[in-house]
């Protein structure tokens, strides 16, 4: 596997485990269906929470966060709706990102929840 790859990787079960010691119960860590991805869902305070995960070894060029550009959001929307109907939920959805930044654990961690309100024109 890539450095950047198990990066992200290692990124993604440090963000799993922070949610899960902060009372979020995580339904799904990288589910895929068809072309909808998204990296973890979970549930708390009877929200789905869609949770991007970026991670980045420094930030010498940018913040994890500012990886979650415009058509990200939208293809994270669209995901979402996909998961919601695969399985017949009816709950609110709030969209946030934890952003990770170091080369191995302990990282540092940002959590933006409501990180985003979905885009009206998709």
């Given at each position: 596997?890539?450095?950047?790859?198990?990066?992200?990787?290692?990124?993604?079960?440090?963000?799993?485990?922070?949610?899960?010691?902060?009372?979020?119960?995580?339904?799904?860590?990288n589910w895929v269906s068809g072309r909808h991805e998204l990296d973890v869902v979970a549930f708390h305070n009877?929200?789905?929470?869609?949770?991007?995960?970026?991670?980045?070894?420094?930030?010498?060029?940018?913040?994890?966060?500012?990886?979650?550009t415009e058509k990200k959001m939208r293809n994270l929307v669209r995901a979402a709706e996909a998961y919601v109907r695969m399985f017949d939920l009816d709950v609110d959805v709030r969209f946030d990102v934890i952003s990770i930044v170091g080369k191995e654990p302990p990282f540092e961690i940002e959590h933006i929840e409501d990180a985003f309100i979905p885009p009206l024109n998709m």
């Amino acid at each position: 596997m890539a450095q950047h790859n198990q990066l992200g990787k290692s990124g993604e079960e440090y963000a799993v485990e922070y949610l899960i010691n902060r009372g979020y119960i995580v339904r799904d860590v990288n589910w895929v269906s068809g072309r909808h991805e998204l990296d973890v869902v979970a549930f708390h305070n009877n929200e789905m929470v869609i949770v991007e995960v970026k991670t980045r070894s420094n930030v010498d060029w940018a913040y994890p966060e500012e990886a979650v550009t415009e058509k990200k959001m939208r293809n994270l929307v669209r995901a979402a709706e996909a998961y919601v109907r695969m399985f017949d939920l009816d709950v609110d959805v709030r969209f946030d990102v934890i952003s990770i930044v170091g080369k191995e654990p302990p990282f540092e961690i940002e959590h933006i929840e409501d990180a985003f309100i979905p885009p009206l024109n998709m």
